[in-house]
């Protein structure tokens, strides 16, 4: 079976400071790894995905992810970040052995404060 | 363009009621799933459909729970005999293709079951 783990439920940062989500998962075939963040009384929405290829991921916002397959994990993180990036952070995974069955992890906080 | 949309945004109903809940995807996408997420945790994976046919439903937590997609467009989620235990947001979202796409949120069906 599937899982994601996401260790933190909740991580503070101050804007500008670097920041890092973390992500684990447990996969028996290939990953797919997928980030989504969901801001207040809105949908989740897409920030980046890695199926294959380099392990560092750009998406959306200024956010990455570093794809480790021997520690397997895919934690989100950005430079510098935003008040505006506060909300919640979820990873999640499938494989290429199990089509298109998506597990999330139980999201992480994130509050940036100014 | 539109995204996804769901109806209705909320949901109450008495303990034993039968309910529906509406997904309208986006325009072309082939791929839906129906997701729960209840409060605190991650979107619980129920159901995929590529095109008519459920691809996937796994997730389903037991015969109560049913979803159509006749048309390879909107698609309908169907409880019957509500359980409080059933209480929950209840999301759709839609890709496109059949590779492991990035999937697009609608808002969701607030579901309270008294």
């Known amino acids: 079976a599937q899982s994601v783990a996401q260790p933190e439920d909740q991580v503070n940062v101050a804007e500008g400071n670097p920041l890092t989500v973390k992500c684990t998962y447990s996969v028996s075939g290939n990953p797919y790894l997928f980030w989504y963040v969901q801001y207040p009384n809105r949908g989740l929405q897409f920030l980046l995905k890695y199926i294959t290829g380099d392990n560092l991921v750009k998406g959306s916002y200024g956010f990455e992810a570093e794809f480790n397959k021997s520690q397997t994990s895919f934690h989100l993180k950005k430079p510098s970040a935003l008040v505006s990036d506060s909300a919640l952070y979820f990873c999640?995974?499938?494989?290429?052995?199990?089509?298109?069955?998506?597990?999330f992890g139980p999201g992480t906080r994130l509050s940036v404060l100014p | 363009g539109a995204g996804v949309s769901q109806t209705p945004s909320n949901k109450v109903t008495e303990k034993g009621k039968y309910v529906e809940l509406r997904c309208d995807p986006i325009?072309?996408?082939?791929?839906l799933y129906w997701y729960r997420q209840s409060l605190g945790q991650g979107p619980e994976f129920l159901i995929y459909f590529q095109g008519t046919g459920a691809a996937d439903d796994s997730g389903l937590p037991n015969d109560r729970f049913f979803a159509v997609r006749p048309e390879g467009s909107v698609s309908t989620l169907k409880i019957q005999r509500t359980e409080r235990g059933d209480s929950a947001v209840y999301l759709c979202a839609s890709s496109q293709g059949q590779g492991v796409n990035e999937q697009f949120f609608g808002p969701g069906t607030r579901l309270t079951v008294l």
């Open positions: 999640a995974v499938s494989h290429d052995n199990y089509g298109q069955n998506f597990v």
């Open positions: 325009s072309g996408h082939t791929a």
